[in-house]
């Protein structure tokens, strides 16, 4: 599934952060949505792809999808 077929409420932007930014952030922009929303995450470190598949697991919040180009991560999670 492309990014861009999936529909998203939200987006953060935590390129040029480094571990454990990305995660900080992410985790506050979801406190603030509903369920079932989606977050957009944009993210330049390469730490970030494990950072957001064990942030899933630990959280339930659905990884949706995820995809890297030109040393650029896009995140899509799906709110509890």
Known sequence: MSEEQVRHDFELDARGL?????????????????SGQILKV??????????????????????VDMS??????LFLLRKK
């Open 18 to 34: 480094n571990c454990p930014l990305p995660i900080l952030r992410t985790k506050k922009a979801l406190n603030g949505m509903t």
């Open 42 to 63: 944009m993210a330049t470190d390469p730490g970030s792809v494990r950072d957001f598949q064990a942030f899933s697991k630990q959280t339930g919040n659905a990884l």
């Open 68 to 73: 890297e180009a030109s040393g650029e991560f």
